[in-house]
């Protein structure tokens, strides 16, 4: 399998030293997830431009950018919405470029949204419920599970991992903004997944969620791999180990937190010259 030495980013963007001393070893098998060149163009405009990045195995990974640097587009890539135009993706050693979305989901690829895609007129627990059935196998069965059902004690378990255990019963559409997102979170959650993808889970939160959010993200098991794209720079330098910065569809920067928050170029694009 290639190296990330080998794998091509801008040259017009890629710094001496990222080039000398930001490589990883050769790509292993137990890499949750290797992009090599992947691009997405809509016509003639490219969204994602010949990205290319590892994540391995319960690393905890940051991509970070401004509107329209091509984050979501990235996830879309990932995820099988909108299959890359070239290059390749792979999911634990195996190549799912040309993959449905079912398929990806799965292997074990979770994703959540910038916007909220829940069922607002159920409680807490039926959202669960039902994430919980739609990965699980025998899903299209008439029964409805007694309480001691797998998919039943899963649920439960749910609720207390995303701490909505005390508003199981409320429907959605009484919650606050925060605890949907948790919501979301744990409806990602659901079928033990390899690795999920974070879409702006910080978006609209008060302090006092985003705080909840950090605890819910450093939370997560440590075998599980993560991938969140967040503006809000603080929580994604937080709970990531390895971040990578796009600006125009490109890869700016790959780094650790404390290279990036440093970076001269990286802090006059996005956090104002200063942090």
């Known amino acids: 399998m290639a190296s990330i030495s080998q794998m091509r980013s801008s040259p017009r963007v890629a710094s001496p030293a990222v080039a000398a001393g930001q490589e990883r070893a ?4 137990s890499d949750a997830l290797v992009l090599q060149g992947v691009t997405r163009a809509f016509g003639a405009l ?23 640097a091509g984050k979501t587009t990235l996830f879309n890539a990932i995820t099988g919405d909108f299959p890359p135009t070239a290059g390749r993706i792979e999911f634990f050693g195996e190549d799912i ?34 994430a919980v059935r739609g990965v699980a196998s025998g899903r299209f069965g008439m029964w409805r599970p007694g309480a001691g059902h797998p998919s039943r004690l899963a649920t439960e378990d749910l609720l207390e991992r995303v701490r909505l255990s005390h508003i199981a019963d409320e429907p959605v559409a009484n919650l606050a903004h925060g605890q949907q997102r948790q919501l979301e979170i744990g409806m990602a959650l659901a079928g033990a997944p390899r690795l999920i993808l974070f879409d702006e889970p910080a978006a609209g939160l008060s302090p006092a969620e985003r705080r909840e959010l950090v605890l819910l993200l450093g ?41 990036i928050e440093s970076d001269p170029q990286v802090q006059a694009l996005y956090m104002g010259g200063r942090h």
Do not use: C, W
């Open 26 to 29: 050769p790509l292993a098998s």
């Open 46 to 68: 490219r969204a994602v431009d010949d990205v290319s990045f590892a994540v391995a195995a319960g690393q905890k990974y940051a991509v970070l950018g401004s509107n329209g």
């Open 97 to 130: 470029t040309a993959l449905p979305p079912h398929e990806r989901i799965r292997k074990g690829l979770r994703r959540t949204y910038q916007s909220s895609l829940l069922f607002r007129d159920l409680s807490v627990r039926d959202n669960l419920f039902l």
């Open 219 to 259: 939370s997560l098991p440590a075998h599980m791999s993560f991938v969140i794209i967040e503006h809000d720079l603080d929580i994604a330098l937080r709970v990531s180990q390895r971040v990578t910065v796009m600006h125009n569809g490109r890869v700016l920067r790959h780094g650790t937190p404390a290279e």
